[in-house]
């Protein structure tokens, strides 16, 4: 157990629709990243926020946004929803923003298929 | 970000040490060297990382070549739970955040 925590675990929604996926990180841990991995793609970055601010940004689709609460839990929003979208998301975390000695841990992730 | 070569796929022997190896011959001085595995779809576990220094821990060793250009991930005694992709990764750090850059990784087959 990586002591980050996703809901839900497992989705399925039709084209067109709305989600939100739900990450709480580690306790202590300020950093919150989201990955996509679908079969074709592998693991890709999507987004990183740090304390409540967005710190870098990767492959994320406009469709898709994310935020960082006060409580440093994070959620993703998946919008208009296309049968490509179908994934698994992980979100992970880490102490700090910046640092490249500090490990990031990934939760189990979300299983979204879009129909 | 600094690329890592990794061979797509490798067999070991249940019980023999699993040598994984990766090359990352455009690595900056100070980025280090992430391993993580994934075990079919579930999430990416931390496995070591290191800068300069081999690092062993609990679950693996970690040899970085003295130029940094590459690195084995040494499993010690592989068991039929350690089958995963194995990734190398090499931590790209911008100027306001980080990410790990993942690749395709190696598959690791343990065998019986």
């Known amino acids: 157990d990586s002591g980050v925590t996703q809901t839900p675990k497992h989705l399925i929604t039709a084209t067109g629709q709305r989600v939100t996926l739900r990450c709480s990180p580690r306790?202590?841990?300020?950093?919150v990243y989201w990955y996509q991995q679908s079969l074709d793609q592998g693991l890709q970055f999507l987004i990183q926020y740090y304390n409540g601010e967005e710190r870098a940004k990767g492959n994320i689709l406009e469709r898709f946004s994310a935020q960082q609460f006060p409580d440093l839990h994070s959620e993703l929003n998946l919008s208009s929803l296309e049968l490509g979208d179908s994934a698994l998301y992980f979100c992970?975390?880490?102490?700090?923003?910046?640092?490249?000695?500090?490990?990031?841990?990934f939760g189990e992730g979300s299983w979204l298929t879009v129909v | 970000d600094a690329k890592t070569t990794q061979p797509p796929s490798m067999d070991c022997a249940e019980g023999r040490a699993a040598n994984l190896p990766c090359n990352h011959s455009t690595i900056s001085g100070n980025e280090y060297v992430y391993w993580y595995r994934q075990i079919h779809s579930q999430g990416p576990q931390y496995i070591i990382h290191?800068?300069?220094n081999n690092e062993t821990n609990e679950m693996a060793s970690l040899i970085i070549t003295e130029d940094r250009k590459s690195s084995t991930l040494i499993l010690p005694h592989a068991t039929l739970r350690d089958t995963a992709v194995y990734y190398c990764i090499v931590r790209v750090e911008e100027t306001s955040g980080s990410r790990l850059t993942f690749g395709e990784g190696t598959q690791l087959t343990v065998n019986p």
């Open positions: 290191g800068l300069k």
């Open positions: 306790s202590g841990d300020l950093s």
């Open positions: 992970a975390s880490s102490v700090e923003v910046s640092c490249s000695g500090n490990t990031i841990y």
